[in-house]
Antibody, heavy 119, light 106 residues
Framework: EVQLVQSGAEVKKPGESLRISCKGS????????ISWVRQMPGKGLEWMGR????????NYSPSFQGHVTISADKSISTAYLQWSSLKASDTAMYYC????????????WGQGTLVTVSS | SYELTQPPSVSVSPGQTASITCSGD??????ACWYQQKPGQSPVLVIY???KRPSGIPERFSGSNSGNTATLTISGTQAMDEADYYC?????????FGGGTKLTVL
């Protein structure tokens, strides 16, 4: 069974750093890309960027370039999303999703990680 | 930058047909897909490559894409179909989501 299991909810203060994770199982992790998607409270889906776990090549949305870093460790089938300095506006639910190489749909999604940034 | 436009809300009576549109410049030249998201849940892919249904998605869900508009159609809408629906396409290696449509079954 294909699964993407994300790390648990986080509560952070502005200026703190954070890394959340997404562990894939039930499939060959390096055969699919992983994308990260943000959903702010009561709002729609926003694509942040993606990574090819086979070579760690990344591609970011212009809206998120420079604000977050996407990485992966293929040895443990895990992708990461990290911030070096959080802002209150980063408060959101973050989903990882897998898709085949190329311009393909997201066929499996993680359960989401809620990040709350508040002083 | 490329944009996809959806109506904020659509209402339908149980058993009737619901149509949700997604508009973008020459969208018909791209593949469109659709996701369903119920409150408190992760999105679920319901249509991909314009017209295809993933395994496990009921036959009442169908899609089309031509010109500037992709359409998600739900035939014989059921109460369980009440959810937010998002269209999605790729543009120059970038993923674009529509703003989402809240489907109300009443």
């Amino acid at each position: 069974e294909v699964q993407l299991v994300q790390s648990g909810a986080e509560v952070k203060k502005p200026g703190e750093s954070l890394r959340i994770s997404c562990k894939g199982s039930g499939y060959s992790f390096t055969n699919y890309w992983i994308s990260w998607v943000r959903q702010m409270p009561g709002k729609g889906l926003e694509w942040m960027g993606r990574i090819d776990p086979s070579d760690s090549y990344t591609n970011y949305s212009p809206s998120f370039q420079g604000h977050v870093t996407i990485s992966a460790d293929k040895s443990i089938s895990t992708a990461y999303l990290q911030w070096s300095s959080l802002k209150a506006s980063d408060t959101a639910m973050y989903y990882c999703a897998r898709h085949r190489v190329g311009a393909t749909p997201f066929d499996y999604w993680g359960q989401g990680t809620l990040v709350t940034v508040s002083s | 930058s490329y944009e996809l436009t959806q109506p904020p809300s659509v209402s339908v009576s149980p058993g009737q047909t619901a149509s949700i549109t997604c508009s973008g410049d020459k969208l018909g030249d791209k593949y469109a897909c659709w996701y369903q998201q119920k409150p408190g849940q992760s999105p679920v892919l319901v249509i991909y490559q314009d017209t295809k249904r993933p395994s496990g998605i009921p036959e009442r869900f169908s899609g089309s894409n031509s010109g500037n508009t992709a359409t998600l159609t739900i035939s014989g809408t059921q109460a369980m179909d009440e959810a937010d629906y998002y269209c999605q396409a790729w543009d120059s290696s970038t993923v674009i989501f529509g703003g989402g449509t809240k489907l109300t079954v009443l």
